[in-house]
């Protein structure tokens, strides 16, 4: 069993999953990083100062002793930014490996004849030439 596990551990794929995830953690944080810190502060500064953390509904509570509730839709917002900016990296990631797939594949030369094919060239030309 433990040889098993070891051998579908250490198959490529696994690793590169392993290595694209922990990449991705690290990215998702960088991305998250420079939304929360850089665009939504300037998108609230453009927008007269909003900070969209502060963004919330509350929602009064009916009975006493219990705390209101709130919608905070500003973080959502904020969430929405996130993954639209992750998405659009993995597209365009996706699409510049694409473009070098194409070109490893436009690189590759066909094949020369066989001796048939050309065999049978030589006798088709020559029954033209008759």
């Known amino acids: 069993m433990f040889k098993d596990f070891k051998k579908f551990a250490f198959k490529g ?14 990215f998702g944080k960088i991305v998250t990083s420079l939304v929360n810190d850089i665009i939504m502060p ?10 969209f953390a502060d963004l919330k509904v509350v929602i009064p509570s009916i009975k006493e002793g219990v705390a209101d ?3 905070m839709y500003g973080l959502f917002i904020q969430s929405v ?3 639209l900016i992750i ?3 993995i597209f365009l990631f996706v699409k510049l490996i694409e ?4 070109k490893e594949e436009a690189v590759v030369e066909p094949p020369a004849p066989s001796d048939e094919v050309k065999l049978l060239e030589e006798i088709r030309d020559l029954l033209k030439n008759k």
């Open 13 to 26: 794929n696994v690793l590169d999953l392993a290595i694209g995830v922990i990449i991705g953690g690290a």
């Open 42 to 51: 300037a998108i609230g500064m453009l927008l007269g100062g909003v900070s």
């Open 69 to 71: 509730a709130a919608i």
């Open 81 to 83: 930014v996130d993954f």
């Open 87 to 89: 998405a659009m990296s």
């Open 99 to 102: 473009r070098f797939k194409k």
